[in-house]
């Protein structure tokens, strides 16, 4: 029989006929198939065949593909139980089970499945030229199929009933956490390697905000095909919600591969809404070690490793992974110290034995090529290692530690600081300061009393505080606000364009300086990414006579960026990592080092 001919037959063949791979997953499937069962080819191709099976069916299913290998006495019988459609109902099969013998480039056989409905029986066609009937006289090709399908009018609009949700994401069209979890289960059953790789992409709300719903939703589709492209066909890629994405792989002996291959594939610019972007990504790798690993078990796994990740820091690369490491629980478990009534006692016993140290970055000026500015930055010693703010400032503010520490960081700043303000009147300290403390109504007042008495000028100190603080309906707050700068003091609103904040509300408060966040310049890659909104945000500050300070530079092509822009004054790891007073001579020498290395690239 000619191959064409043969081809023709199996595709329009009026019994749903489907080949397996070794692993279970679906590699061809014809016309008579994606009609019983609902599902479109593509919906189908490289999934877990139990999909197709109701649940209490599937064991009994994986127990005869198992025995085809060495078959039994009776094997061959149809096996009888209960398929699942695309909408989720059951209906009686039987099928019929035949191993393939291997080909060429393919270790292992494949499984050919034919599937009937119980009682199922196909009705002799009719010539569609001539409008031929069936024995009951219906139109012969019409009514073939609903005999073959049982009223396949229940699934005319269901493709898009499982694109809205049922089972794949409406966007991207991977599969939904749904289908993820029920082809995970499906892997966990096997003895095959199993292995997570969780992603999610770390600014996206802030891209998201920056460029429109309608270019957010393309960097979506564009991240989706991207990690397809990255993996084989039956690997599941699918998107859990929002900005996370998770892939599941079977059989896979290099996960480290892939994960490096993903981590390439999205390190390449994205064009979304006419612009070149290259959102941040945290990848975690989990693979089953022990067969009691359950799949929310690999999933908690493959999250500590993307929050270490996530944690870790890029040094300038957008799109880090990291394997997982039992360690990385407990980490994930102590990172959030409010979260504890331990972790709140220890910040208590910190503080009442001066265990908060203050660590400073330098704040360079291009224009100058001079460190114009040191920032403050509260450290923990807690068991050996230095913990930073973000770690342990909440559990201060939820147990009423923060005006302790506030002040002792404030003191100790102007302290450490003096020698190095009294060399040059135009260098300053920031200090960062809560909105809880301005629940202090003497706040303003305590803060220039600190300052007298550690004989700084008031014009060398800046205050940093988030956007939310300028916003407070207490007027206790303004007023305070204006105290401080009346005395010379400057105010600063830091990691700006992470709310709800816009260049246009600048305006009219009392405000110094903006500080633009540090998750707006790491979409800066290459130096040829189009962001309007660093711009906009550098000339309407500097309109309203405010200075701009860009946070969290790591790339000389990000210092470049901003540079070109306008922007006054840089900070980050390009020029140093915050160092205690002792290494303040350091951290300038390699801040000027820096400078001098980018305006050379210029």
Known sequence: MEAGLAQLLLEHGPDPLLLLNPDGSVSYLNAAAEQFFGYTRSQLLGTDSSLLLAVPCRAGFHALLAGLASPAPGAGQPYAGSGRRADGTEVPVEITCSLLPAVAGSPSPSVALSVRGAGHRTEPRGNPDDGGTTADGATGRRRTLAASTAAPAAFAGHDDQVRAGVLRDP????PNGTLFNDRLAAA??????????????DDFKNLSALLGRSSADELLVEVASRLRNCVRPHDTVARLGGDEFVVLLTECLNADAVATRIAESLHEPLRVGGSLVRPGVSIGLASRTSPALDGAGLLRRADAAMTAARAGGRNGVNAAWLRFRPEMLDNVAGADL????????????????????????????????????FEAFARWQRNGRLVPPNQFMPAAEQSGLIREIGDEVMRRACAEMRPWLAADAACSVSVNVSALQFQNRDFATEVLAVVASAGVNPRQLVLELTESAFFESDSAVQRQLRQLRESGARIAMDDFGTGHGSPDGLAGLPLDQVKIDRSLVAMIRTGQERLPFLGTTIDAAHGLGLMVTAEGVETPAQARYLMDRGCDSLQGYLFAKPAPAGGLAGATESALAAVGRVDAAR
């Open 338 to 373: 409010s979260t504890t009534a331990g972790g709140q006692a220890g910040l208590r016993q910190a503080v009442e034995l001066g265990q908060i140290s203050v660590h400073y970055q330098p704040v360079v000026s291009p224009g100058r090529a001079a460190v114009v500015q």
């Open 171 to 174: 966007l991207t069209s991977l």
């Open 188 to 201: 966990l059953r096997r003895p095959d390697p199993v292995d997570v790789l969780l992603l999610n992409l």
